[in-house]
C-alpha cells in the first residue's frame, strides 16, 4: 500500500459491526481508456481512502509496475517503491 511504501501508517478503520478494515483499490491503468486488460484483478491496487482520492485530484503517480510484487509510485516530485497487495477472489 502507499501508506507502507511511505512508512506511515495504513490509513483505514475498522467496518462497521465486523473486524474487518475498510480499503479500497484504484486501476493502475484507467478504465476510462479503454485499454485491454484495464478491469483485471492484476490491474488493481489497493489503497486507503486518502490515498485513492489522491490518485485522482492530487499528485501521486505510479512510475512503473513492471515489477510482479512491487510498483514505484511519485508524490510531489518523490519516488517510493511499496509492495502489492493480492487481491484474491471471493470463495
Known amino acids: 500500500m502507499i501508506c507502507e ?3 506511515k501508517p495504513t490509513l483505514t478503520f475498522k467496518k462497521r459491526d465486523c473486524d474487518e478494515c475498510y480499503i ?3 486501476h493502475i491503468d484507467q478504465v ?3 485499454k485491454q486488460g484495464s478491469l483485471a484483478l492484476d490491474n488493481l491496487i489497493t489503497v486507503c481512502a486518502l490515498h ?3 490518485f485522482h485530484y492530487g499528485n501521486l503517480n505510479i512510475i512503473d509496475k513492471a515489477e510482479a510484487d512491487c510498483f514505484y509510485f511519485e508524490i510531489d516530485g518523490h519516488t517510493y517503491k511499496t509492495r502489492k497487495l493480492k487481491i484474491r477472489k471471493g470463495n
Open 5 to 7: 511504501g511511505l512508512g
Open 32 to 34: 476510462s481508456n479503454l
Open 52 to 54: 485513492h482520492k489522491q
Open 24 to 26: 479500497e483499490t484504484h
